[in-house]
């Protein structure tokens, strides 16, 4: 098989040998170990960086290096016998040239990991998961724009005087389409403007009406998103039986019509080279704020809401300013707060959430924080404070952590208003005689007005469900270690935080400490599945550590989030500095700050600390 190679971007002679490769092979794969093995050690030994998923029913492959390589490698897959019939994508492309890009896109170093699924299809149990060999019928870039062409003519051989009528469905998010679609005038194309894939079936039910008995013409980047979603429609039953996939993607589909065909902008990729266009220079997209032909992703400008691409022309972009997409605005998602110009457009701009750390000697800089458009200096009241929810530690109150955080309320005072709730587990007070011999020192000391009840948001297997009584004798010294064995409960506190959100809210966001942290950081893993019970924008986890959970994969969470944890020295005896790193890096690249500080088992009031503490509220006012 030839490899097609695209070399619209190499204007550089001196780069020309590099490229990127995409390839996936649904296939029930016998010994995921042994395949493990085999990319680790190809990929290292060609110097290949990007991303390889393996599952038990298949592969998806991003990965990028000298042509060389490329080729190397995939003569090497082709050799197993699995991969006959694998269509290889291989475009010659520009080196790296935008680190954050690169980042971002998992190209600075190589990642082979065994997951579940290869791509994530609903972020929750379907009724009716999709069997993969249900997919719609290929049809290759040839017969896909036949098809266009002639619009209305049959793609049921067996039915040749079927005239059902024709749609295209575009299986990529928001972002994708924004900058480029297809686009013909006799066929209607349905854009989901979803967020993510696994909107998509939601999606597909709400709308099935305008699916059933039609041609559905399904297609994305490279194919693989199809497979999965045309199986979706097609599991749909009677009246959903005809869906077709472009075969290879829109990739393919510009490699055989190099001047766009009835594709029009370009086709968002998810590597270093972030869009692949035509010999047609029209632009499709537009910058958010002022309307302008844009299509420029480089600037990884994102919605502080949700997280999503936007696009931001450079003239536009303004330094630790906020955007809101099109998606939030369109559902009211803070855009209640933001300011308006005369003419009635909201001004809105860009986050930087980059993962930092901020030491005891760093500098901060005293220029006024710019939002929206507007300069507020120091001790500014502004429009509306935000509602923060705060979850207290293990073996805590409410009463106790709102006095330990009383400083830190006062600071916020202008911007926040700091709520604080008892986690629903109630605990015996514990004590520890001094001296075993002596009767007296072996009682307990005698309740008093003051003592008042401690909680938890998770509790050890072997815990009381009753408090049966008042105190209750320590099984030993302290143990810096014990969080890892608090690990029931959280089913009844996900309830009971989503009474209180009801009762009590809306909240902007969740502040945890220590276990009261671990506890927001599992909320903010699950926060798209649970929308409309939990809504909140962003989390701060001080001491935080992440539960023993398939949600705490590395980069695998997409919510703003602010770390506040002690550093490496010892100062936390409680929750180790890697532990709450660990948390952190679990959230998605450019959606975390840290602030690591020098103070132990706290939250630091002093500067520079509080200062970013206040810089990061502000990116949501």
Known sequence: MSHN?????NSNPDQDQYGVLLYYKYATIPDLDSLLAFYESNCNSLGLLGRVRLAPHGVNVTVGGELSSLESHIDAVKAISLFEGTDFKLASSHYPLNDKVAHECGFTSLSVRIVKELVTLSSHPLLNPPDISNAGRHLSAVEFHSVLQSAGKLLDEESPTDDKELVLLDARNLYETRIGKFHTPSVE?????????????????????????????????????????????????????????????IQRYLEQYPDGGFFKGKNFVFDPRISVGSSDENILGSCLLCGSSFDDYSFRCRCTHCRMLVLVCDSCQMEGAVYVC????????????????E??????????????????????????????????????????????????????????????????????KNIAELVFIDAPHELSFIYQPSDASSPLQSCPPPLSENCRKKYAWLVAPDSSRSIEIDWKKADGPFDPLQYQQQTEGFDVSLSFLKTVFSQQGPFDGILGFSQGAAMAASICALRERLKGELDFRFGILCSGYALSSKEFQPGSINCPSLHIF???????????????????MAFENGCSAIIEHDCGHIIPMRSPYIDEIKGFLHRFL
């Not at 429609?233 to 077709?244: H, Q």
């Not at 980059?354 to 929206?372: G, I, M």
């Open 5 to 9: 190679i695209d070399n619209n971007n």
């Open 189 to 249: 194309t349905l854009d989901p403007s979803i967020r993510q894939y696994s909107d998509l079936p939601s999606w597909i039910d709400e709308n099935a009406e305008q699916l059933r008995g039609k041609h559905i013409l399904m297609y994305c980047t490279g194919g693989i998103r199809c497979e999965m979603a045309s199986a979706y429609v097609r599991s749909k039953g009677a009246g959903f039986e005809n869906v077709f996939q472009l075969y290879g993607g």
């Open 326 to 341: 099109e998606l939030c605005q369109k559902h009211s998602n803070g855009v209640g707060s933001l300011p308006s110009t």
């Open 343 to 412: 003419d009635g457009k909201i001004e809105v701009a860009s986050p930087r959430f980059e993962l930092k750390t901020v030491n005891s000697d760093s500098s901060v800089s005293s220029q006024p924080t710019w939002r929206h458009g507007k300069s507020y200096a120091a001790g500014t009241v502004y429009p509306r404070k935000l509602r923060i929810l705060c979850l207290h530690g293990f073996r805590q109150n409410a009463s106790g952590f709102k006095g330990r955080t009383a400083s830190l309320a006062k600071k916020l």
């Open 566 to 584: 002690g550093s490496d020295l010892g100062k936390d005896r409680q929750i180790a500095n890697q532990a709450s790193r660990d948390l952190a």
